[in-house]
């Protein structure tokens, strides 16, 4: 039996290993035009306490005053619907959302103007976190 255990807990550290360098293996080179860019993925909860307390107008206006001036090259908004725990409670929370997605122009202060929309958005709206994904990928435009 002690066998058997050990044998099942080295071939599963093999697999995780195997998975995680698959995971981070060779990065793929860009192909015609396209270049390799940071593609930030921010994620929005529209909720404060128990309601909607993000309305579209608002979101707008956020969008226009905090986000496209850091941005102004371009982005995507999409509705979405968020879940989390909640860590006092254990619950399951679901909330309507906002992801934005931008592709990074390669400039030195691109975490600094994405800090800067996170900190915001926190701030004005009473937010616990903001969900924040950099990536790097092949794009064109």
């Known amino acids: 039996m002690r066998v058997r255990c ?3 807990l080295v071939a599963a550290a093999l697999c995780t290993v195997a998975a995680g360098a698959a995971a981070q293996g060779p990065t ?3 192909q015609g035009t396209q270049q390799r860019r940071g593609v930030a993925e921010l994620l929005f909860g529209r909720d404060i306490g128990d309601r909607v307390g993000v309305s ?3 979101w707008r206006r956020f969008v226009a005053r905090e986000v496209t001036p850091r ?3 371009g982005l995507t908004v999409t509705d979405a ?3 989390w725990r909640d860590p006092d409670s254990g619950r399951i929370v679901r909330e309507p959302s906002k992801r934005v997605e931008i592709v990074l122009p390669g400039n030195a202060d691109d975490a ?4 800067a929309i996170v900190s915001a958005y926190k701030r004005q ?3 616990r976190s903001v969900g924040l994904i950099v990536q790097s990928a092949c794009v064109a435009f």
């Open 6 to 8: 050990v044998r099942f």
């Open 81 to 83: 619907v968020g879940q």
């Open 112 to 115: 600094a103007r994405l800090d």
């Open 125 to 127: 709206f009473h937010q």
């Open 28 to 30: 793929p080179s860009c």
């Open 56 to 58: 579209e107008p608002a």
């Open 71 to 73: 941005f102004p090259d």
